[in-house]
DNA sequence: TAGATTGTTAATCGATTAACAATC
DNA sequence: TAGATTGTTAATCGATTAACAATC
């Protein structure tokens, strides 16, 4: 491919594999909202020592995780803060609006859509869905909730890649496979199960019960030497 | 310490610091959900072969990272589900439950108290707090909502050691600032921001938004190589 | 210019995998 | 016993850090 941009060149090597440690991608959203942070503050610019306090890394890697993506540093100045955000947002794929459409309008599936959260970073649940008729035909927080059976439809008409799934566990691989017959790309799945999917859809869980273990474990296991700073 | 115990003793070393990866800790809570799926599926044992399919790993991995914490595997036979599982809740501390606190009683909040899968993995939220006259006082979902003034005193009574925090961004260090200072060890941060805490505080941040990032990332980068199975 | 800070290379550190003796 | 599977060592692989020439 002769047109690739040369973003993407960065990003992969000559198999056409992602060249970024997966570790790098989660260090990415974080720098995206610290950034946010400082402009916010009223800062044009900053740089990696500051950043790596932030995040609790170091100067290097900040750098270095930058770096996979472009050049987007002033060597004696840092990072202007706009300049930095907008990049990490392109790379994130994150610059123009994503919808979703959300699955399951249980509790959480409730608060999901109340979450103000995710409009700020380009995130818009615009259908909702749900098995039960008494919510189906309604609206909730202003978002319609079709039946399940509307899926491809829907997905068509609003443009829908990506899908939030807070469906109760026994019902989450069946949900799955609807979402992943009509062409959805990735999936965050809040159900606390495995979902089988074909290799092209990528999954991201979200395990409530499973963090607050992590929290234990961490708390129980606690030792005079680690520090999670910040 | 003579009497230290002996899974103690594996998991620091001699100037004690913990001994076992981060990544292990992160994946012991999936082998745990996977186990606990296979016992209700009516098996007895397992090995490092299936469960190492299960999460995605290789099997010299499973075997590696449960050895961090003592033998109980059975060679020739593979680990018996029950045995594992109360393992890793003993290692987790969550063989006992615990008693959570929630502070902030928005749309994340109330249906976080309504999430029934804590309580499976041994967490029991039992006591809510807000800053809104028109909620302290009442009950949500059968939890008392108490003024967050009242939070060192419940907190004791009801010997609370983690809470959850899902405030709004502005209020959430303000906060964790006062659950600190009740003596509260370990905090689950729904708030979108990095929250300062001292070291002996742990932390563990969910960033809805955050995660949507992610997933539009490796939507937007996917290539025909990574395959994120399962 | 002098001072600051990047991007990148090479060295270090840590985590994963392969292989296999020990064991049931 | 033969077959299966563990726990562990050594080899490999990948990620982090230190150092510094290049640059503003």
Same mark, same amino acid.
């Not at 491919?1 to 000559?14: A, I």
């Not at 044009?44 to 995040?55: D, K």
């Not at 202003?142 to 997905?155: E, F, K, N, S, T």
């Not at 469906?167 to 069946?174: D, E, G, I, T, Y």
């Given at each position: 491919?002769?047109?690739?941009?040369?973003?993407?060149?960065?990003?992969?090597?000559?198999?056409?594999?992602?060249?970024?440690?997966?570790?790098?991608?989660?260090?990415?959203?974080?720098y995206l909202r610290e950034v946010?942070?400082?402009? %916010?503050?009223?800062?044009?610019?900053?740089?990696?020592?500051?950043?790596?306090?932030?995040?609790?890394?170091?100067?290097?890697?900040? %750098?270095?995780?930058?770096?996979y993506f472009g050049q987007f540093?002033?060597?004696?100045?840092?990072?202007?803060?706009?300049?930095?955000?907008?990049?990490?947002?392109?790379?994130?794929?994150?610059?123009? $609006?994503?919808?979703?459409?959300?699955?399951?309008?249980?509790?959480?599936?409730?608060?999901?859509?109340?979450?103000?959260?995710?409009?700020?970073?380009?995130? %818009?649940?615009?259908?909702?869905?749900?098995?039960?008729? #008494?919510?189906?035909?309604?609206?909730?927080?202003?978002?319609?909730?079709?039946?399940?059976?509307?899926?491809?439809?829907?997905?068509?008409?609003?443009?829908?890649?990506?899908?939030?799934?807070?469906?109760?566990?026994?019902?989450?691989?069946?949900?799955?496979? #609807?979402?992943?017959?009509?062409?959805?790309?990735?999936?965050?799945?809040?159900?606390?199960? $495995?979902?089988?999917?074909?290799?092209?859809? %990528?999954?991201?869980?979200?395990?409530?019960?499973?963090?607050?273990?992590?929290?234990?474990?961490?708390?129980?296991?606690?030792?005079?030497?680690?520090?999670y700073k910040k």
């Amino acid at each position: 491919m002769e047109t690739m941009s040369e973003q993407k060149s960065r990003l992969f090597n000559e198999r056409g594999e992602l060249v970024v440690p997966k570790a790098v991608v989660g260090r990415l959203s974080l720098y995206l909202r610290e950034v946010q942070h400082l402009i %916010r503050d009223g800062n044009e610019t900053t740089n990696s020592t500051e950043l790596g306090y932030l995040l609790g890394v170091t100067d290097a890697q900040v %750098r270095k995780d930058l770096a996979y993506f472009g050049q987007f540093g002033h060597p004696g100045i840092g990072y202007r803060c706009q300049e930095l955000v907008s990049a990490i947002k392109n790379i994130m794929g994150t610059n123009s $609006t994503w919808n979703i459409a959300l699955i399951g309008i249980g509790n959480l599936g409730r608060a999901l859509l109340r979450y103000k959260g995710f409009h700020d970073q380009g995130f %818009r649940i615009v259908a909702a869905f749900d098995v039960d008729d #008494q919510v189906i035909g309604t609206q909730v927080e202003g978002v319609d909730v079709y039946d399940i059976h509307d899926l491809a439809r829907v997905v068509s008409d609003q443009s829908i890649r990506l899908v939030a799934i807070s469906v109760p566990s026994h019902a989450a691989q069946s949900v799955v496979d #609807q979402v992943v017959e009509v062409g959805i790309e990735g999936i965050l799945n809040f159900a606390p199960v $495995t979902i089988s999917v074909p290799s092209q859809v %990528r999954v991201i869980g979200v395990d409530l019960a499973m963090e607050l273990e992590q929290l234990a474990f961490t708390v129980v296991n606690r030792d005079s030497k680690s520090e999670y700073k910040k």
